[in-house]
């Protein structure tokens, strides 16, 4: 893969393509098989040599038989049966001895699989309703709250499994269904921001045939989609930058306390890796919260909960779903700052914290351990 932004496919070369008696196997005839020419080029740049990637919608295998082709191991977690046997025999045609299909749910396969190196996978697109497959299937899931929702856990829940500065890479292609733009490759971009570092895409274009485009017609031939490509890495934030919007934080709102890796680096103790965000810790107190949304939004920062956007008018709602919220701020001359207000910790209450809090330059700070 070049420095390019986007990636040309002109056609598929027979020998890698899903036999056809397989394809037959299928009752749509294997129609979303992907290309394998398509995961090649990822594979070969983002999964080191004797790495070991991961496909969490295996399908046919098409990823694992580019795996193979480049000379990586793969494995393939399918949840529908009949479709994972037909992407080990396919495996098993090619004499793929390092892929490994299993057939599943991915959650509940994560226990048992090794660390990885490179999470490669296409989305289940949203409203490809095949109901012979069962409501399990994220494609068949019955609106696309709750299709976003399966999708967020489906990523939080491989996180552990990634190694740290290991990437993940999703394609995915905004929708139109029915007379309704679906913006679902921005969506999932969103969804991965929250957990990983979200570093790059690519544009990946098929060569299709080509009419004419009568004049005020919208709707194209759809002939592309995105690579979203994520790396799990802390975020560096600009620390001073944080420092001066905590003090400022603390005067409007003198009993908050900072706690976590951020407190320790005001402290002056050596880290092995710096902070990549600040946790302060507040009372569970709605109206409290709502203040500190307004706060928030007033100096110019984009909050967020679990990857959602959240309002102040919502925190009551967004309370009993969540036990933080985040704010996050881009400065046009690039400094970050990230804040993340957390309101139930599980291991230290807020009273507890406020009991133990020394004062450090005008912010509450949790005593170095």
């Known amino acids: 893969m070049d420095n390019n932004s986007w990636l040309l496919l002109q056609e598929q070369e027979a020998g890698h393509r899903l036999a056809p008696d397989l394809a037959a196997r299928d009752p749509f005839g294997a129609r979303d098989c992907g290309w394998v020419e398509q995961m090649r080029p990822f594979i070969r740049q983002f999964c080191p040599e004797g790495g070991v990637l991961l496909d969490p919608f295996c399908g046919f295998g098409t990823t694992l038989m580019a795996a193979h082709l480049e000379g990586r191991r793969g494995i393939g977690v399918e949840l529908e049966p009949a479709r994972a046997g037909i992407a080990q025999e396919r495996m098993d045609r090619a004499g793929a001895v390092r ?8 959650i509940k396969a994560a226990a048992q699989l090794p660390p990885i190196d490179l999470l490669l996978t296409n989305i289940p697109y949203f409203g490809c309703r095949w109901p012979e497959e069962g409501e399990a299937q994220l494609y068949n899931s019955t609106t696309y709250a709750e299709f976003l929702e399966q999708i967020y856990l489906v990523f939080k829940g491989l996180k552990p499994l990634v ?18 733009f679906v913006p679902m490759a921005w969506d999932v971009a969103r969804i991965l921001s929250e957990r990983y ?8 274009l098929y060569e299709r045939a080509r009419q004419p485009l009568p004049a005020l017609q919208v709707q194209s031939n759809r002939a592309h989609e995105y690579a979203l490509i994520a790396r799990k890495q802390a975020r560096a934030i600009d620390l001073q930058e944080s420092l001066s919007c905590v003090r400022a934080l603390a005067a409007a709102f003198p009993d908050i ?4 890796s951020y407190a320790h680096w005001l ?6 890796r710096l902070p990549s965000d600040v946790d302060l810790l507040v009372p569970d107190d709605l109206e409290q919260l709502k203040k500190l949304v307004c706060w928030f939004e007033a100096q110019g920062f984009q909050i967020a909960r679990w990857g959602a956007p959240l309002a102040s008018h919502a925190v009551p709602l967004a309370a009993n ?8 701020r881009l400065r046009a001359s690039g400094e970050l700052c990230v804040i993340d207000v957390c309101f139930e910790d599980a291991q230290l209450s807020y009273p507890a914290a406020l009991s133990q809090a020394i004062t450090f330059g005008g912010i509450k700070v949790m005593p170095f351990r």
């Not at 500065?165 to 007379?179: F, H, P, S």
């Not at 779903?321 to 996050?328: L, M, S, T």
């Open 99 to 106: 892929q490994t299909v299993l057939a599943g749910d991915i």
């Open 163 to 180: 190694r740290e500065g290991g990437y993940v890479i999703v394609m995915a292609e905004n929708l139109r269904i029915g007379q309704h």
């Open 197 to 204: 570092d979200l570093v790059d895409e690519r544009i990946l």
């Open 257 to 260: 306390v900072v706690y976590g």
């Open 267 to 272: 402290h002056g103790e050596a880290l092995e």
């Open 321 to 328: 779903a969540a036990h933080y919220f985040r704010a996050q």
